[in-house]
């Protein structure tokens, strides 16, 4: 049996049982707050735990590594929304140490691609298009420079109230301890 029909089968489970009853919270969240963070695995019940949150508490938005490079990406829609609909009154960046972005090469990247049948064709018509294949994938040189990037560019959003305060962190995925790169403290 696949992995999704397993999940599937379980959630009939879930549902049957009523097991969603501990969850059940509103759509604004508790601490008024969104996260942003990698969606690295090891992260997924470590980052909640070691920095006390709960179900309902934040609003949680994931990509790979926690990296915003340009003002109006989905990330920064979704955070947006948080603070114009959720009444999210602080954004949170959370990246980690051992990032899988801090070390992508590109042009191995691409060979694999290559390997599942992505064609030539298709990156020239990407470079033809304006995107630069390598720029588009390139993760980072450290963390810490990343997560400050990344916080830069949320707090000079054109967009953003001067009232929502922007932290960056970074955590370990092993041991959860965070380290401050950046805390708002107007």
Known sequence: ?????????YNKQFVANKNYEQFLSNT??????VVF???????????????NIQNGDVKMVKNAGAIIRKSFDSIIKSILVAVYK???EEVVVIGHHDCGMSCVDTNDLMDKMKDEGISDETFKTLDYSGIDFHK????????????AQSVEIIREHPLLPSRVLVHGLVIDPNTGEVDVISLDER
């Open 28 to 33: 604004i969240p508790n601490k008024k707050m």
């Open 86 to 88: 959720l009444q999210a």
């Open 37 to 51: 963070t990698c969606m690295e695995s090891r992260l997924v019940e470590l980052l909640p735990k070691a920095l």
């Open 136 to 147: 588009e994938f390139h993760g980072f040189e450290t963390v810490e420079e990343s997560i």
């Open 1 to 9: 049996m696949s992995r999704i029909l397993k999940m599937l089968d």
